[in-house]
């Protein structure tokens, strides 16, 4: 099992060193000096050549580019040229959030979808499967930040059920926590069960067509078991891959449902970066979203191992 | 006599995904008419202030009210619509041609080439589009033509998978190695008979990807990286909505549901070319 | 003592809204300790006829006439409940593919035990335990570790012995087998069917063995049930059968083998093809095939015979009393 992970670790590294590389070259791709955006077109050129010295950006290309792994290497993924502060400090400060909403939307589009998917698969065509599909077409159809901004006022601010701010409670006030990780986390979530549900009709309606499905109803187990049982570990295969390959679809979603919920995350950074020009703190972002992205994968790899017994080592 | 069967004698319904195809259609026209005749049926300038009309509601003369600078919030969406469907169309048309080109040619010669561009496909698609839209935009610079090149880049590998799959496919079948035997060119192959095969399969990628080059665009205008003001962006205008939200909610509502019946049109087609081309659904 | 006994049985199919006869006034009997064997072409109607019997008919699908008594149960209007408790525990099925067959998820003894806690109350571990002694019993090798292996980890051929072994695990009265070697190889074919054999007798079971394939007619049944176009057209002995072939198309099935005793220069075969359901003929399904097509054929089917199961049963104009005069004119 060890032996499998560390297999599979090292054929990330070229997707991971990849994606590295291309963070580097598009943050230097950028027209213009940051020095000048940064400081003002009004800065003096000592000035500029101070900032340059100090933010590595008079040496040459590859000196930056070695310089930059070296830095990764050691976990450090630099320093805000705004804020003087590390880059990883910023990130990880934010990081638990975002993976709290990120796994909160995952659970309820998971935990939503599936058995959505189940139900209209049984009613094949039937009233249940309409509803079903009209219902995914409806969640599908939502970007996030629209179904954001409508849930919040409609269950913030005219219901009142949920604060309207929902910054994230610190962990001494659970319900308080849970309360501000709701909203956001459903609207991460609708989407994704659109999605899931879908998948696990499709699958189960291919699954319960298959042999061993006969098998199983000639061997006389009861219809309940033979869709939750016998079939929905099969359907499991596609709602795994799916998942993973949604993910970082949802990290897109998650920065949206952050700003418009005012949670804090790696989504208010990326913003904050871009509206202020800090390229060393986007450049560090990109870095953290590929680790993530190649990260979310190997965990994929990894599920699967445990859902399916064919896969091999 | 048949008591035992509970027979539908019913005659077979519509062939499946008919019904969705021609609600889509319905739904993409009419919203496509009042985006392209935007000029002639937008009872205002979308651009127009007016510091007497701020915030006014519904009404006569503004028929969804009107924005913190007095502007007729119907219109602006009328606005709005033509730059979120022209971007879609335009993002998905530039996909659709490099992706599907490139992914035919990839797949057909196959090779080196073919397996570096399959890998850095797989690399651009595994990157989050959203923060790749993000950044795309954010290095070439607000405008239009920037969106749209950086929302077909994200669309780029859907196309190009689907085209190079179909290529590998169909490589192998036996009357292409009779076309070779014939003497044919390779462009004459591609284009007589590996084009057509795959036509059904681009509609419905395509159609699909127009959803979510809406749902790109405007999740973009939203967080500021749209078509740069004045322009009037729907997304933009959901943000500026957002930013009264407590007070006048209708400026976020209206563009929002613009958006979702856009979105709802554009998934009614792509769901029903889906449905019809499967062999296996049941209407 | 008869296990299974179908009687003027009808099964009716829905397509685009029009029904039709895709059993025809089927009537059969399987004894205790006896196999029966039906055979005919693809699309004869055999694997309905064992899904009628299972009670496992897709939704297009019923029985619309007849009865089909197990252990003089009549269960052809049971409900899915009370199939549910038969299926498994009072009739095993076992299906043409083995590599597909089993829940690729679940342990190949999971799949064992399960019929055994669920029809015979088996507690986990007497159940596993059960389930063991059934592997050995169906000759799979070191059954005990094996209980935890997952079927891609089996062949073609110890998959079918796992199949059989979860058919026959709460000692069913009857077993129906659907081709069951067809998809194996030559050698291990002979294997399962001499296993079945054994099964069969230990158990004490009755044998409902459907295939297309003569040469396992002949080794591995008692009787045997020709069916053609969704007709049952002639039931006999193996002996009787082969021996005096009474329907024109048994005779044309058995002239059809190749025989190693006699010189060939040709296969004969029988010209023509199955009608579609949807285009069946009113009267004898068989006429376009058939050599000896008379007047009447065209218009009714030939009745069924009534007698006891022993008989020599056969469903032809040519063989209903003065049938050859009434043909002319």
């Known amino acids: 099992m060890l032996r499998f992970a560390g297999q599979r670790l090292l054929t990330l590294i070229p997707t991971l060193l990849a994606v590295l590389t291309l963070a580097f070259v598009l943050v230097r791709i950028v027209p213009g000096d940051p020095a000048l ?54 990130v990880l400060e934010v990081l638990p959030y975002t ?213 091999k080592a | 006599m048949s008591e035992a069967l509970k027979i539908d004698r019913r005659v077979r319904r519509l062939p499946p995904g008919r019904v969705a195809i021609i609600a889509g259609a319905a739904i993409m026209a009419i919203v496509a008419a009042a985006a392209i005749l935007a000029p002639l049926v937008a009872p205002h300038d979308p651009y127009a202030q007016s510091m007497l009309a701020r915030f006014r509601p519904m009404s006569a003369e503004y028929w969804l009210g009107t ?32 992706g599907t080109s490139i992914g035919i040619l990839s797949g057909y010669y196959g090779g080196r080439v073919d397996r570096w561009l399959s890998a850095a496909n797989d690399l651009l698609m595994s990157f989050p589009q959203m923060v790749a839209g993000i950044i795309i935009v954010a290095l070439l610079g607000p405008g239009i033509t920037n969106l749209i090149i950086a929302i077909a880049i994200t669309a780029f590998p859907a196309f190009y998978r689907m085209a190079r799959s179909a290529a590998l496919a169909l490589r192998e079948r036996d009357y292409i190695d009779a076309c070779r035997v014939l003497g044919y060119s390779d462009m004459r192959i591609i284009s007589r008979h ?31 990286l749209g078509a740069p003001p004045p322009a009037a962006t729907l997304g933009g205008l959901v943000r500026e909505g957002f930013d009264n939200l407590l007070d006048y909610p209708g400026l976020a509502i209206w563009p929002s549901l613009a958006i979702l019946v856009v979105m709802i049109g554009l998934n009614l087609m792509g769901d029903g070319l889906r449905d019809a081309n499967d062999p296996r659904v049941s209407a | 003592m008869s296990v299974l006994n179908v009687n003027n049985l009808r099964t009716s199919l829905v397509i685009g809204g029009v029904e039709y006869h895709a059993l025809r006034e089927i009537s059969l009997s399987v004894a205790e300790g006896e196999t029966l ?63 597909t067959a089993l829940n690729p998820v679940l342990t190949v003894g999971e799949q064992i035990a399960e019929p055994l806690r669920d029809h015979l109350g088996l507690s986990k571990r007497e159940a596993r335990k059960a389930a063991v002694a059934l592997m050995e019993k169906v000759r799979i090798p070191a059954a005990a570790t094996r209980y935890n292996s997952y079927p891609h980890e089996f062949s073609g051929g110890m998959r ?118 949807i285009n069946m003929p009113e009267g004898c399904r068989f006429i376009d095939r058939c050599p000896h097509a008379m007047q009447r054929c065209h218009t009714m089917p030939p009745p069924v015979a009534v007698g006891d199961s022993q008989a020599h049963s056969v469903r032809c104009w040519l063989h209903v009393q003065g049938g050859e005069d009434a043909a002319e004119g």
């Open chain 2, 67 to 98: 924005d913190q600078f007095g502007r007729d919030t119907f219109s602006r969406i009328l606005y709005g619509l033509q730059i979120t469907l022209w971007t879609a169309f335009a993002s998905t048309a530039l996909a659709m041609l490099c």
């Open chain 1, 37 to 90: 955006i940064i400081l003002g077109d009004q800065a003096t050129p000592e000035a500029i050549a101070r900032f340059h010295e100090r933010t590595g950006l008079d040496q040459p290309i590859w000196h930056q580019y070695f310089a930059f792994l070296a830095q990764l290497a050691q976990g450090d993924l630099g320093v805000s040229m705004i804020s003087n502060r590390p880059v990883l400090s910023a």
């Open chain 3, 37 to 99: 064997a039906v055979v005919g072409e693809s699309g004869c109607g055999k694997s309905m006829l064992a899904m009628s019997v299972m009670g496992l008919l897709p939704s297009v699908a019923a029985i619309t006439m007849g009865h089909v008594t197990l252990d003089a149960v009549q269960i052809e209007a049971a409900s899915e409940s009370v199939m549910e408790h038969i299926r498994g525990a009072r009739i095993g099925m076992v299906f043409q593919e083995p590599m």
């Open chain 2, 194 to 224: 590996l084009l057509p095969e795959t036509l059904d399969d681009i509609i419905i990628v395509a159609t699909l990807w127009l959803a979510t080059a809406v749902r790109t665009e405007s999740s973009l205008a939203f967080i500021g």
């Open chain 1, 99 to 311: 993976l709290e909403l990120s796994l909160a939307g995952v659970f309820v589009g998971v935990v939503l979808g599936v058995p959505l998917g189940v139900v209209a698969a049984r009613s094949n065509g039937g009233p249940l499967d309409w509803i079903v599909r009209i219902f995914t077409l409806g969640g599908l159809s939502f970007p996030a930040f629209v179904s954001a901004v409508l849930m919040l006022l409609v269950f913030s601010v005219w219901l009142g059920w949920f604060p309207v701010i929902s910054s994230g409670k610190p962990l001494t006030d659970p319900w308080g926590r849970f309360m501000s990780l709701a909203l956001p986390a459903l609207n991460l979530g609708l989407v994704m069960m659109a999605y899931v549900a879908r998948v696990t009709r499709g699958g189960m309606m291919n699954v319960l067509r298959s042999d061993y499905i006969r098998t199983a109803r000639a061997k006389g187990v009861p219809a309940r078991r033979i869709v939750w049982k016998h079939a929905l570990r099969n359907v499991l295969l596609a709602v795994v891959t799916f998942t993973g390959l949604y993910f970082s679809v949802l990290i897109g979603n998650s920065v949206l449902t952050e700003i418009v919920f005012n949670r804090p995350g790696l989504g208010k950074l990326v913003i904050g970066a871009l509206e202020r020009r800090d390229y060393a703190l986007l450049q560090g972002l990109v870095v953290a979203y590929a680790v993530l992205v190649v990260l979310v994968n190997a965990l994929t790899d990894l599920c699967y191992r445990f859902v399916d017994p064919r896969v």
């Open chain 3, 160 to 277: 079918q012995r796992v199949v059989i072994a979860l058919a026959i695990a709460c000692r069913p009265r009857l077993l129906i087998a659907d081709e069951p070697t067809t998809a194996l190889d030559v050698t291990v074919q002979r294997q399962i069917l001499d296993l079945l054999d054994v099964l069969r007798t230990e158990g004490k079971m009755g044998m409902l063995l459907i295939t297309h394939n003569l040469g396992i007619v002949a080794g591995h049944a008692d009787r045997v049930a020709v069916m053609y176009g969704g007709d049952l057209v002639e039931s006999a002995t193996v002996k009787e059968l082969f021996r005096n072939p009474a329907h024109p198309y048994s005779r044309a099935l058995l002239a059809s083998l190749p025989r190693v005793d006699r010189d060939l220069s040709e296969l004969a075969s029988i010209p023509g093809r199955v009608p579609a359901l």
